[in-house]
Nanobody, 123 residues
Framework: VQLQASGGGLVQTGGYLRLSCAASGRSFSRNVMGWFRQAPGKEREFVAAITWNSDSTGYADSVKGRFTISRDNAKNTVYLQMNSLKPEDTAVYYC?????????????????WGQGTLVTVSS
């Protein structure tokens, strides 16, 4: 059971990136999927999450209106479209899966984690 995050990189302020998280080993089509991030010297924080059928999404206030989470269950993949990036978005981004029905922002609710992908936004 593995989650593989990709799509990170270096981008200028105001730019965009799309992160992908591909699942392998089993289907995560019934899981809530989330994105978290951890900046240097800071604690991990919730970014966004989506229910198994995409009927509900949740975002941190800091990314609301700029980031969009989506998923393609047929491809066992979840995405994070990040627009209008700011230097404070610089962090390692992790995708995770939670065996719950509703959106949760609590990291401990997620039991499978990917390895992370680095996003660096230059000013």
């Amino acid at each position: 059971v593995q989650l593989q995050a990709s799509g990170g990189g270096l981008v200028q302020t105001g730019g965009y990136l799309r992160l992908s998280c591909a699942a392998s080993g089993r289907s995560f089509s019934r899981n809530v999927m989330g994105w978290f991030r951890q900046a240097p010297g800071k604690e991990r924080e919730f970014v966004a999450a989506i229910t198994w059928n995409s009927d509900s999404t949740g975002y941190a206030d800091s990314v609301k209106g700029r980031f969009t989470i989506s998923r393609d269950n047929a491809k066992n993949t979840v995405y994070l479209q990040m627009n209008s990036l700011k230097p404070e978005d610089t962090a390692v981004y992790y995708c995770a899966a939670a065996a719950v029905r509703f959106i949760t922002v609590v990291g401990e609710s997620y039991d499978v984690w990917g390895q992370g992908t680095l996003v660096t936004v230059s000013s």
